[in-house]
């Protein structure tokens, strides 16, 4: 519960789960499925995102044209719908990384600051 | 929303689908997600209860996601369409650029048409549908007409000039938001060979608040400042203001000098600003003030005033007041006002006040421009609809060239709606080039056919070009999709076997060969009739030019002199500056004789109260009259009135001598009847020295001469001899009759004025032709603007009868080869190439007859003295047309004839 009231306090907006879904996509195509997993194992459970936000995400990334979509055959052979990044989205996450490790960087230089106000 | 739309039934699968697919990935999710969940031990329902606790709200997020698959579905849609349109219009793209000869062809063939359309609706729009500028909510400012009932034509007749007293009686109407009155007048600032002419609108000083109009610098009139013997204001057009004073700001406060002391400079209207007209305006007055100055005073007199029709009135509906209601408002007033005129014959019976908008050319009094113009709009169109039918000729002409790689394309699988709609992107692509090429037309060939046709109008108020700009595109878009769509139907609909059979045989079907030939068929139709409407005009010009207006007005000018505060000179001054003048005028070399009159022909008419002898009551005819004009001797010879009998005013005819009048035909027959009138007497008021009326005795009859229109339908007139005449604040007019060289004996002439008094400011000279020429207008319009669409169409028709021809023979020339190899004679060729345009043309030309024959009549009302099934006029057209059509035949059958044999069979 801790964790969950956690992120809900860090207001994970909705730029910063857009990054996410395009930087789970990364390494290749995927479904819903996958990225939600891939989403609470790399961040070992600190942001609890509830899975239809990442499905809106998907759809909503799509739409924007940064993803494109599928119907494919899973694993197990059933039918699924699979999610790619777009040329677009690939240079929407690389601008959009960059932005939030300046901006991430920044606050933590600040908090890791020493220095006191004179 | 638009899901209710029939027809749409795909859209609506589509979105079926787009939610069957979220309900399928959530289904996915779920069940791999408790599948893993059972993995590791969880029972099967613990596994579900965590899965919907890990997803939310499982029936919002669903609800989400469908409507955002939707939009984005919608989107995909758009796109796609977007993609092929875009496709489609680079395929007819490129298709242009293949054939340059061909695009040329279409496209001069829409320049001309849309152009001659683009002009024609730059004059229309100004003419009839723009009302004048900047004037606020203009439907709701109405011409007032004074109408009545006049037994002799047997019909009501409206007339916008009123006196002041009726304005008076109709200021007092509640239904309108202001009366205003307006009359425009010539004037003068500066004297003698500098002096410059100005066109003066006298209004009242609630014009400006009432039209809601805003000055652009200073101020307008205050309200109740308008009276005789007011402060004199005066309100600069914007074009006088940049043109006579540099468009400096500090015009506010200087004065200006029409010669009645100086008026104040107030303010400057807005750019284009005409008032009520569309013709040019440089200053606005106060309309008493200056009527006062430059009239007299009879117009504000109680026995005289409701004589002078002078001014026209103008209301502001009030909110919520129909024009119905105003007008019965306005018209008791009027009826009360009018009714004792009525009565003695003096006014129509049963007079009222009708409403007319306050664009004149749909009012009660449409002049027959308006009336031309509204023809010619029609004539235009059916010129844009002849070159419609040429390029669609052409195009058809090229697509039956292309069969053999549409008929692979359609083989190919490509569907018949992308294959139609090419084309039809194509004729649109090709019309707007055309449009552009239009522009330019309708720029210069407008502004021609403004200058010389209508140059009074003021074109320039910075709406016109934008709309045109507008009707331009419109119209190219219509008339591209519209030249397009018959040849692309044409090689759509047909069977994609056929087509490879008969592009691989280098044949011609009959079906196609007939739409070309009816194509032909139909611009020769149409040109016939531009012609003879053409025709009946030229012969309507040719009438009017030289109609016998019972006066001889070649060689005879006018000249008034500008006297600069008319009260100032008296009238024995006057009297002697007029005999002096005269006399100076005769002897001007290249003045065969010389006369004066206190009124002249078209500008100025007067009535005098008249008795005659044994007649009860004069009934006024609509025309007015009787007309009174009282001459000096020698007035006959030198304006070319014939005395039928008697003798005309001689210089006999002085102060002090027996009175004497001369009669007009037409008002000899009027009073008495198959009488001879010569000894009768007319009882007339004013006189030198009289205060009753007295005997003047007949001592002539003159031929009737027009006074008010070129052709009077009925015109009472007499003259009396000016020397026997008061003179009080008359405007005098001297006329000339000049031998050659007329630009320079007028010269003179003016010269000879100017150094007469230095009380002349300036002096108004004219020849007779130059008046004429604006009532001439209507028919110059017609037979100029007629004339040039009914060449245009008389080209594009030869154009067309040639290509139909020309590619009859190539498309034959296996076949005239075989023949010419067989031993067929030349006269058999020819007749077998040239049957059909013979066939073409003589079936043209009894149809275009015949559609002129039967529309024509409906024209009459605009022909002057022609009838409308004129033989000479048929006669030529067809003449014309049969020369035409044996030109543009001859090329083609002259080739068919000159066909070798060893190369055309060689070809195959």
Same mark, same amino acid.
């Given at each position: 519960?801790?964790?969950?009231?956690?992120?809900?306090?860090?207001?994970?907006?909705?730029?910063?789960?857009?990054?996410?879904?395009?930087?789970?996509?990364?390494?290749?195509?995927?479904?819903?499925?996958?990225?939600?997993?891939?989403?609470?194992?790399?961040?070992?459970?600190?942001?609890?995102?509830?899975?239809?936000?990442?499905?809106?995400?998907?759809?909503?990334?799509?739409?924007?044209?940064?993803?494109?979509?599928?119907?494919?055959?899973?694993?197990?052979?059933?039918?699924?719908?699979?999610?790619?990044?777009?040329?677009?989205?690939?240079?929407?996450?690389?601008?959009?990384?960059?932005?939030?490790?300046?901006?991430?960087?920044?606050?933590?230089?600040?908090?890791?600051?020493?220095?006191?106000?004179? | 929303?638009?899901?209710?739309?029939?027809?749409?039934?795909?859209?609506?699968?589509?979105?079926?689908?787009?939610?069957?697919?979220?309900?399928?990935?959530?289904?996915?999710?779920?069940?791999?997600?408790?599948?893993?969940?059972?993995?590791?031990?969880?029972?099967?329902?613990?596994?579900?209860?965590?899965?919907?606790?890990?997803?939310?709200?499982?029936?919002?997020?669903?609800?989400?996601?469908?409507?955002?698959?939707?939009?984005?579905?919608?989107?995909?849609?758009?796109?796609?369409?977007?993609?092929?349109?875009?496709?489609?219009?680079?395929?007819?793209?490129? $298709?242009?650029?293949?054939?340059?000869?061909?695009?040329?062809?279409?496209?001069?063939?829409?320049?001309?048409?849309?152009?001659?359309?683009?002009?024609?609706?730059?004059?229309?729009?100004?003419?009839?549908?723009?009302?004048?500028?900047?004037?606020?909510?203009?439907?709701?400012?109405?011409?007032?007409?004074?109408?009545?009932?006049?037994?002799?034509?047997?019909?009501?007749?409206?007339?916008?000039?009123?006196?002041?007293?009726?304005?008076?009686?109709?200021?007092?109407?509640?239904?309108?938001?202001?009366?205003?009155?307006?009359?425009?007048?010539?004037?003068?600032?500066?004297?003698?060979?500098?002096?410059?002419?100005?066109?003066?609108?006298?209004?009242?000083?609630?014009? #400006?608040?009432?039209?809601?109009?805003?000055?652009?610098?200073?101020?307008?009139?205050?309200?109740?400042?308008?009276?005789?013997?007011?402060?004199?204001?005066?309100?600069?057009?914007?074009?006088?203001?940049?043109?006579?004073?540099?468009?400096?700001?500090?015009?506010?406060?200087?004065?200006?000098?029409?010669?009645?002391?100086?008026?104040?400079?107030?303010?400057?209207?807005?750019?284009?600003?005409?008032?009520?007209?569309?013709?040019?305006?440089?200053?606005?007055?106060?309309?008493?003030?200056?009527?006062?100055?430059?009239?007299?005073?009879?117009?504000?007199?109680?026995?005289?005033?409701?004589?002078?029709?002078?001014?026209?009135?103008?209301?502001?509906?009030?909110?919520?007041?129909?024009?119905?209601?105003?007008?019965?408002?306005?018209?008791?007033?009027?009826?009360?006002?009018?009714?004792?005129?009525?009565?003695?014959?003096?006014?129509?019976?049963?007079?009222?006040?009708?409403?007319?908008?306050?664009?004149?050319?749909?009012?009660?009094?449409?002049?027959?421009?308006?009336?031309?113009?509204?023809?010619?709009?029609?004539? $235009?169109?059916?010129?844009?609809? !002849?070159?419609?039918?040429?390029?669609?000729?052409?195009?058809?002409?090229?697509?039956?060239?292309?069969?053999?790689?549409?008929?692979?394309?359609?083989?190919?699988?490509?569907?018949?709606?992308?294959?139609?709609?090419?084309?039809?992107?194509?004729?649109?692509?090709?019309?707007?080039?055309?449009?552009?090429?239009?522009?330019?037309?309708?720029?210069?060939?407008?502004?021609?056919?403004?200058?010389?046709?209508?140059?009074?109008?003021?074109?320039?108020?910075?709406?016109?070009?934008?709309?045109?700009?507008?009707?331009?595109?419109?119209?190219? !878009?219509?008339?591209?999709?519209?030249?397009?769509?018959?040849?692309?139907?044409?090689?759509?609909?047909?069977?994609?076997?056929?087509?490879?059979?008969?592009?691989?045989?280098?044949?011609?079907?009959?079906?196609?060969?007939?739409?070309?030939?009816?194509?032909?068929?139909?611009?020769?139709?149409?040109?016939?009739?531009?012609?003879?409407?053409?025709?009946?005009?030229?012969?309507?010009?040719?009438?009017?030019?030289?109609?016998?207006?019972?006066?001889?007005?070649?060689?005879?000018?006018?000249?008034?002199?500008?006297?600069?505060?008319?009260?100032?000179?008296?009238?024995?001054?006057?009297?002697?500056?007029?005999?002096?003048?005269?006399?100076?005028?005769?002897?001007?070399?290249?003045?065969?004789?010389?006369?004066?009159?206190?009124?002249?022909?078209?500008?100025?008419?007067?009535?005098?109260?008249?008795?005659?002898?044994?007649?009860?009551?004069?009934?006024?005819?609509?025309?007015?009259?009787?007309?009174?004009?009282?001459?000096?001797?020698?007035?006959?010879?030198?304006?070319?009135?014939?005395?039928?009998?008697?003798?005309?005013?001689?210089?006999?005819?002085?102060?002090?001598?027996?009175?004497?009048?001369?009669?007009?035909?037409?008002?000899?027959?009027?009073?008495?009847?198959?009488?001879?009138?010569?000894?009768?007497?007319?009882?007339?008021?004013?006189?030198?020295?009289?205060?009753?009326?007295?005997?003047?005795?007949?001592?002539?009859?003159?031929?009737?001469? $027009?006074?008010?229109?070129?052709?009077?339908?009925?015109?009472?007139?007499?003259?009396?001899?000016?020397?026997?005449?008061?003179?009080?604040?008359?405007?005098?007019?001297?006329?000339?009759?000049?031998?050659?060289?007329?630009?320079?004996?007028?010269? $003179?002439?003016?010269?000879?004025?100017?150094?007469?008094?230095?009380?002349?400011?300036?002096?108004?000279?004219?020849? #007779?032709?130059?008046?004429?020429?604006?009532?001439?207008?209507?028919?110059?319009?017609?037979?100029?603007?007629?004339?040039?669409?009914?060449?245009?169409?008389?080209?594009?028709?030869?154009?067309?009868?040639?290509?139909?021809?020309?590619?009859?023979?190539?498309?034959?020339?296996?076949?005239?080869?075989?023949?010419?190899?067989?031993?067929?004679?030349?006269?058999?060729?020819?007749?077998?190439?040239?049957?059909?345009?013979?066939?073409?043309?003589?079936?043209?030309?009894?149809?275009?007859?015949?559609?002129? #024959?039967?529309?024509?009549?409906?024209?009459?009302?605009?022909?002057?003295?022609?009838?409308?099934?004129?033989?000479?006029?048929?006669?030529?057209?067809?003449?014309?047309?049969?020369?035409?059509?044996?030109?543009?035949?001859?090329?083609?059958?002259?080739?068919?004839?000159?066909?070798?044999?060893?190369?055309?069979?060689?070809?195959?």
């Amino acid at each position: 519960m801790a964790a969950r009231t956690r992120a809900e306090a860090m207001n994970l907006l909705q730029g910063t789960l857009d990054l996410l879904v395009l930087k789970a996509l990364k390494a290749g195509p995927g479904h819903g499925y996958a990225v939600a997993r891939w989403v609470r194992e790399t961040t070992e459970g600190t942001l609890e995102v509830e899975e239809g936000a990442l499905y809106t995400s998907l759809h909503r990334l799509e739409r924007r044209g940064l993803l494109e979509s599928e119907w494919g055959f899973s694993e197990n052979n059933r039918r699924a719908k699979y999610y790619a990044l777009t040329a677009r989205g690939e240079r929407e996450l690389a601008a959009e990384a960059t932005a939030w490790t300046r901006y991430a960087e920044a606050v933590f230089k600040v908090l890791r600051s020493s220095e006191v106000l004179s | 929303m638009s899901g209710k739309l029939p027809g749409d039934a795909r859209r609506f699968m589509r979105l079926e689908s787009v939610d069957r697919d979220v309900d399928e990935e959530l289904g996915f999710h779920f069940e791999r997600t408790v599948e893993e969940l059972m993995s590791e031990g969880h029972s099967r329902s613990e596994a579900e209860a965590e899965a919907r606790r890990r997803f939310g709200d499982v029936r919002r997020y669903r609800r989400d996601l469908r409507t955002i698959d939707r939009s984005t579905e919608r989107r995909r849609h758009w796109r796609d369409g977007m993609n092929a349109t875009g496709r489609m219009a680079t395929e007819a793209a490129r $298709s242009i650029v293949r054939s340059p000869a061909l695009t040329l062809g279409i496209v001069v063939a829409f320049a001309l048409g849309i152009g001659a359309n683009a002009t024609m609706f730059g004059i229309i729009d100004r003419l009839l549908l723009r009302p004048p500028s900047h004037i606020t909510d203009p439907g709701e400012v109405q011409h007032l007409y004074a109408e009545s009932f006049w037994s002799n034509v047997g019909k009501r007749v409206a007339e916008g000039s009123i006196s002041y007293q009726d304005f008076e009686d109709m200021k007092a109407a509640k239904s309108f938001d202001g009366v205003f009155a307006v009359s425009t007048r010539e004037l003068t600032i500066g004297r003698g060979e500098n002096a410059v002419k100005v066109e003066a609108t006298l209004v009242s000083d609630n014009f #400006f608040r009432t039209l809601g109009t805003r000055a652009a610098a200073g101020r307008f009139f205050e309200p109740g400042t308008d009276a005789v013997g007011g402060p004199q204001e005066a309100v600069l057009s914007w074009g006088t203001w940049r043109t006579l004073y540099g468009g400096e700001r500090d015009v506010v406060g200087k004065t200006v000098d029409f010669g009645y002391g100086p008026y104040t400079i107030v303010g400057v209207a807005p750019r284009g600003f005409t008032g009520v007209q569309l013709s040019n305006v440089d200053l606005f007055l106060p309309i008493q003030v200056t009527a006062a100055q430059i009239m007299g005073m009879e117009w504000r007199s109680e026995e005289e005033g409701r004589n002078w029709q002078w001014l026209d009135a103008y209301g502001r509906l009030a909110d919520g007041v129909t024009a119905e209601r105003a007008a019965a408002e306005a018209s008791v007033l009027h009826r009360a006002a009018r009714l004792d005129d009525a009565e003695r014959g003096d006014w129509g019976a049963d007079p009222g006040i009708i409403l007319g908008s306050l664009i004149e050319a749909e009012g009660p009094n449409a002049g027959s421009e308006a009336v031309v113009t509204k023809l010619l709009a029609g004539v $235009s169109l059916l010129v844009l609809l !002849i070159a419609c039918v040429n390029v669609a000729n052409l195009l058809f002409a090229r697509t039956l060239r292309q069969r053999r790689e549409i008929a692979v394309r359609l083989a190919l699988g490509i569907s018949r709606y992308r294959l139609v709609g090419q084309l039809v992107l194509e004729g649109v692509f090709l019309a707007l080039l055309g449009g552009a090429a239009a522009l330019a037309i309708a720029h210069w060939g407008g502004g021609i056919v403004r200058e010389t046709l209508l140059p009074d109008v003021v074109w320039d108020d910075g709406m016109g070009d934008r709309r045109v700009l507008i009707a331009v595109a419109v119209i190219a !878009i219509l008339a591209g999709a519209i030249a397009a769509i018959v040849p692309a139907m044409q090689v759509a609909r047909r069977d994609v076997a056929d087509t490879i059979r008969e592009a691989t045989a280098g044949g011609l079907t009959r079906t196609t060969s007939r739409v070309r030939t009816s194509l032909a068929l139909a611009q020769t139709v149409l040109s016939v009739v531009l012609l003879i409407g053409a025709g009946l005009f030229v012969r309507s010009l040719d009438n009017v030019r030289h109609l016998d207006l019972g006066f001889d007005p070649s060689g005879l000018a006018w000249i008034s002199p500008r006297i600069s505060n008319a009260t100032a000179v008296s009238p024995e001054d006057r009297t002697r500056i007029f005999n002096e003048g005269m006399e100076r005028l005769r002897r001007v070399p290249g003045v065969q004789s010389a006369s004066a009159a206190a009124t002249m022909p078209f500008r100025s008419r007067r009535t005098r109260r008249l008795r005659a002898e044994g007649v009860d009551s004069i009934k006024r005819p609509p025309s007015g009259g009787p007309y009174v004009h009282e001459v000096a001797p020698d007035y006959f010879e030198t304006m070319g009135i014939a005395i039928l009998a008697g003798r005309g005013i001689t210089a006999q005819d002085v102060n002090g001598a027996p009175r004497v009048a001369v009669i007009g035909k037409t008002m000899a027959e009027y009073l008495w009847p198959r009488t001879n009138p010569i000894g009768k007497c007319l009882y007339v008021s004013g006189g030198e020295g009289l205060s009753q009326p007295a005997c003047s005795t007949i001592v002539g009859v003159a031929e009737d001469a $027009s006074n008010i229109e070129l052709r009077d339908d009925v015109i009472l007139q007499y003259y009396l001899s000016l020397s026997q005449m008061d003179r009080n604040g008359r405007l005098d007019y001297w006329f000339v009759r000049m031998n050659g060289e007329e630009a320079g004996t007028l010269q $003179s002439v003016r010269r000879e004025v100017l150094a007469l008094d230095d009380r002349i400011r300036y002096a108004d000279a004219e020849t #007779f032709e130059a008046l004429l020429q604006p009532k001439r207008q209507a028919w110059e319009l017609g037979a100029t603007m007629f004339g040039m669409f009914g060449l245009l169409a008389l080209v594009v028709a030869a154009i067309g009868l040639y290509s139909v021809l020309a590619f009859d023979v190539a498309q034959r020339m296996r076949e005239l080869g075989l023949r010419t190899a067989l031993g067929a004679s030349t006269g058999r060729l020819l007749r077998m190439v040239l049957s059909r345009a013979i066939g073409v043309t003589i079936t043209g030309l009894v149809l275009g007859c015949a559609v002129a #024959f039967a529309l024509a009549p409906r024209f009459e009302p605009l022909l002057f003295d022609t009838s409308p099934h004129d033989p000479a006029t048929f006669g030529i057209v067809t003449l014309t047309l049969l020369a035409v059509a044996f030109a543009a035949a001859a090329i083609p059958g002259w080739r068919a004839t000159r066909v070798d044999p060893n190369v055309t069979l060689r070809a195959d």
